[in-house]
């Protein structure tokens, strides 16, 4: 006989080791996925996935595939709305006590130019982070990266003419106890820089845009300032973490500023 | 009068320097699109694109805005079929002379395991890079990036047990004369290979695949001549380059082979 | 008079927001810099450098070049020995409460191919991370990327022949009470694996790799837990963080899995 | 006796697909190298090499140690000068027809602000790239990625105040007939910009810059003409390659031109 005819379940046997391991799982899973949209009710897009749970000190390994089954079955949606319910599909699956789930992907939304109204698709890189715990404990953390433009006010103030300006990027993560559209935060992080920028411009909006950014100088402290002070604003956030960088058109190198908080 | 009430067009002044440019335009747009699927007919992806045209020496510059406006006429669909249509649309739009268009994104194919027949969706990265020139010139090339298991004939050939084989990546560029499925591009290019990779594998698969590669040992240098030969029997294809790189698992960095051919 | 004769110091503006800023700098600047080396005692890298000071509420922006004049200071050495000085140097200069310094580069070590004993280099991503705070108080993370070679147990126990093996990445974060050297860390971690990965082997270390990998199968969580056990042994350390990643030669994801202890 | 007891090599085994290998090799090799230094004579940096040779169709297979055995020969030193000498080195050990060297990394060079004269180090990527081919027919390509500030003419001509600028990098790749130094090539190419970037800057220099690039605006399209103008007032080289593209500040995307010449 065969000695190979029944398949060992060789991740399913004991370990001695007496280590426990906080995560273990399947990373860069590429997916193709339908997130909701606050314009169209939903859109279709494409994720970069992580799925992990945490394993006894009993136990050898972790069945991967799993991971993938489980994904399998949510297709059709990967939303804030059920992202809870997958976390706990996780947990039952692998009789784990811990599960999380990561997920990447752009999200497009149609912008109108200032002056023109020509109408443009804006990318918006997202992600949600869950983490289901002990005690059905949840935490939910969603995540998105908001180009903007930036307009130093010290280059303003000293130079006779003109004045430099970037794109800059804003990574704003955030905690909520009622749900938010990223839409609703994307406006508040546009509206803390010293303009936004847009995929689709006329001659018309590129002059509005200049100057409105010249009238607004920002630093990259004042951008993580400004966007701290409109999220402060919206009482559904709990928790946020603000990360500014602006490609400096006068360095090789990045200005950067950083504030998180707890409301 | 404000000096500003029209806006002037600077782009569309002379240039005095004499010097024709190859290609300017619009680089990493960032879009949602809608391919061809041979099993589904149609799917939501997300893309890169790259638009480019000519210009003149007698011009100074491009009206970039040009180029999303396009974009956004074919928002529905950016498929082989009407690939030539939108380069025809750009050199109408900017009177160039020729016309470039380069569409990355992830393709998503759903593939059953080859011995407990669950199935999982795969990943590749595909790219049409196409320009329509003088007199109506068309040049139109596919690309798509298919990884693979590759197993080392030299350590199977040496070694008293086992035999290393890691992960590697097939790019295969190419040019055609009629229509061919990116699905029949990657059936030909997995059969060129130790054995293929999948998303979803349970243990039966795993023990086949496992064999399977051992018992079909190949080189990068082999990778590419089977896979030479492959696309050599497939009577559309009129040029072909294949590149095979294998993350290396005894290594930290890659073994690589390049094999280029006109039919 | 020019008004801007005498250059307004913008940034030393008072701020009325009441935002205290966690962090604010420069990041990515790009540095040739000299290490120390436990065999050639200095090595000349490259590196990619972040500083970062803390901003109390009431100034309104950073002197951003002060950190590369810092940086200029110490051109000739960044190392574990004079990383708190260069912190002390961000308090003093900036008048800060807390400064950040990462220093992130390639680090090589000349390695001996297991029997044939030709000499290669292989190159380690390492990474320093210090914080120095209220009270003097400081922190240092170093840590290092360990590509490894690991063999998948199920897939030898379950196979008449072969089994599936890839590169895997090991990066390991630690705290440490005592000197260590990066190399003496590199050794634990490669002993933790399948086997180690080199730049330059002949046929009998390929044969001799190749059936190491095979005489000792490791899943990701395996490696997770003999790298624990291995770190656990050296005294001088007091906190560390691991991840594995292996890049699947059957799957186009990674397996993954994190470790975390305070000893 | 042992069956392994004489390795076979399996690569030198004959090869009946009659397909012939334009490139085989080693790819993404890590390595500490030293190049020339115009004001320092040498400088130590980290490459990324690639090494290739062809491969008859006859052979199965090629021998990959030994390109890591060539770079151990010349580690002390990688330059223009001893570039054709490697090469030579490739075809003699692996008895190939043509030999193909690429080497990547970052060069750097001190600068000195433009009114403070404070001194920074700029980091420029660099890229080697050499063929050499039946007849001792040689083939050199050297390459550099220079970051400089561009200032919008049109967003500059239509607005009232201001005008939008950003970081734009240019890559140019070029052959010569005689020698040329790549700090040479770099000033041409910092001069053909709104303005140069620096690592380090005073107050006075960011005034100073900031008048500069706005009374110096450029498209993306003069910047491919200006340095075109400029690279073929040097006769020391006979083609070139241009590629200048613009991280915009008010888009999310690049502006791109790219321009081409033999002279």
Known sequence: MNKKAV??????????????????????????????????????????????????????????????????????????????EILKRMLYRFEATTAHLEVEFPYFIEKMAPVSEAKGLMEYMCKYSGTLGEGNKKDLVLQVIVPVSTLCPCSKEISERGAHNQRGLIKVAFRFKDFVWIEDIITKVEGSASSPVYSLLKRVDEKHLTEQAYDKPMFVEDIVRETALNLMSMSEITWFRIEAENLESIHNHSAYAFLERTL
Not at 27 to 33: A, E, F, Q, V
């Open 7 to 84: 398949l060992k379940d060789v991740q399913a046997e004991p370990d001695s080791r007496n280590l426990y391991i906080d995560k273990v799982g399947v990373k860069d899973i590429k997916y193709p996925i339908i997130v909701l949209d606050k314009v169209n009710k939903t859109q279709h897009t494409t994720a970069s996935i992580n799925m992990y749970v945490d394993l006894p000190h009993s136990f050898k390994g972790t069945h991967m595939s799993r991971f993938i089954e489980i994904l399998n079955e949510y297709r059709g949606e990967i939303t804030v709305n059920n992202f809870s």
